[in-house]
Structure formats: structure tokens, C-alpha cells
Nanobody, 127 residues
Framework: QVQLVESGGGSVQAGGSLRLSCAASGITLSTYVTGWFRQAPGKDREFVATISRSGGNTRYADSVKGRFTVSRDNAKNTVYLQMNSLKSEDTAVYYC????????????????????WGQGTQVTVSS
């Protein structure tokens, strides 16, 4: 059974930092593109960041570029999202998701491309 479990969410003041983790079981994450998405109250879920299975290619939403960094530790079967300079508009439930890829540097920001999703972790940024 495939499981993606997010952790590391919480409450932080604007300007602060958090690091989210996405731990996988039932799949070898090194063969999967892994992405982060978020959903704020009353809004649609949106793309945040994604990383290729090799870790050599990344893509970010314009709203987080320069503040967020996605990385992976394939030995730990885990992907991370380091979030710095947090803003109130970053408040949302953050989800990690994954899909299998044969290309080491392939990635996608399209939600429908992703096969597996975690349950989400809440991030609240107060101003």
C-alpha cells in the first residue's frame, strides 16, 4: 500500500521558516517525480514546487520562487520543502504528491499528472 505522509507543518509568524517533509512507503521515491501543492481556505488547490526523481531539476510557482526550496533524500525515501520568509498568503494545507517517471529530469506542475497524494499538513502564517 502506497502512503505519502507529510509532516512539519505548524504555526509561524510572518518572516519565519518551516520545513515540510514527505515520507513515502510502498514506493521507491527515487523513481517518482514528487511535487508540493497547497490549498488555502476557499481556494482551489495550486502548484507550489516539484522535483525530478534525480533531484537535478526543480520548478516553482512564481509566488514562492526565491523563498521555497524543494529537495530530496532518496536514501531516506523523503522529499522536503524548505519554506523561508513566510507570508500570511502562504497559509494553506500543503500536500505532497508523486508519479512514476522514466526520465531522470522529467517533472510536471499539473495536478492530474500525479498518482499518489498525502493527507496534507496545515501551515498557518500570522502577520
Amino acid at each position: 500500500q502506497v502512503q505519502l505522509v507529510e509532516s512539519g507543518g505548524g504555526s509561524v509568524q510572518a518572516g519565519g521558516s518551516l520545513r515540510l517533509s514527505c515520507a513515502a512507503s510502498g514506493i521507491t521515491l527515487s523513481t517518482y517525480v514528487t511535487g508540493w501543492f497547497r490549498q488555502a481556505p476557499g481556494k482551489d488547490r495550486e502548484f507550489v514546487a516539484t522535483i525530478s526523481r534525480s533531484g537535478g531539476n526543480t520548478r516553482y510557482a512564481d509566488s514562492v520562487k526565491g523563498r521555497f526550496t524543494v529537495s530530496r533524500d532518496n536514501a531516506k525515501n523523503t522529499v522536503y520543502l524548505q519554506m523561508n520568509s513566510l507570508k500570511s498568503e502562504d497559509t494553506a494545507v500543503y500536500y505532497c504528491a508523486a508519479y512514476p517517471s522514466y526520465g531522470p529530469n522529467a517533472l510536471s506542475s499539473t495536478q492530474s499528472r500525479y498518482d499518489y497524494w498525502g493527507q496534507g499538513t496545515q501551515v498557518t502564517v500570522s502577520s
